[in-house]
């Protein structure tokens, strides 16, 4: 089983021929690249998907829409059980905001700033580690 199909692996922690089994990243900058972008696709998909598609048709529940839009947004991540208790109060947090202020702009910010770092300690672990 692939390393991010299988929950109980944290990557961060993991030995790195479990995770890419004869597969060098050293020294390769393409991959970088095609992260880099697929997490700037992946974000913006997720944004507009939970907090100005979905967000909106949870009206119905009324004042409480943005919690349950928080919470399925960090269910969504259950893949990453290592993060996922920073993972609810951050979505809450944030679909608070977007809740509030009527706008993803925030959301999107927030989300791309974590992930952005996220990735940058986890490529310069794999690179240099």
Partial sequence: MPFWLDPSINPMET???ILSPNYSIKNNYVIVIVMAITLLLNILVEEIYFRAWLLPKMQSLGKWSWVANG???ALY???QLWLFPMLVIISLSITLTVYLSKSILPAFTIHFIAN???SIVGILALVFG
């Fill in 71 to 73: 919470l399925l947004f």
């Fill in 77 to 79: 991540h259950t893949f």
């Fill in 116 to 118: 952005f770092i996220l």
């Fill in 15 to 17: 030995d790195m021929e």
